[in-house]
């Protein structure tokens, strides 16, 4: 089985996703969750740039479609729709989750192979 690593270059998409999807992004040494946003942008505001905030293994299941989310499937002919409890199990190629709620849900990098 293969195994990724999802992350995030952009600090500002790695904040909306901790505050508002409770994610948990490892960053160096640092641990960036909800509970830890003010000493993260305290560290920023000094100057400390991380290159990637990775996702953290707890945070994993965050990535996974849900009914409600607006997404964009690739497949054949790449459509957007919104998931309902029928389309579960999914049997698409790929889903790109673009909503959740109602708000932005930023999709991170993936590495490894």
């Known amino acids: 089985m ?36 003010d000493a993260f942008i305290e560290q ?7 290159e990637r905030f990775v996702v953290h293994p707890d945070s994993l299941a965050v990535l996974d479609p849900k009914a409600g989310d607006v997404v964009e499937e690739t497949g054949v002919k790449t459509k957007v729709k919104r998931l309902v409890a029928k389309d579960f199990p999914l049997t698409g190629i790929g889903y790109q989750i673009l909503q959740r709620a109602g708000r932005p849900f930023f999709a991170p990098d993936r590495a490894g192979a």
């Open 2 to 37: 293969s195994k990724h690593t999802y992350f995030y270059t952009d600090p500002i998409a790695a904040l909306w996703m901790v505050k508002t999807f409770r994610m948990k992004l490892v960053a160096g040494a640092f641990c960036l969750q909800p509970e830890s946003i």
């Open 44 to 50: 920023f505001g000094r100057g400390v740039r991380p």
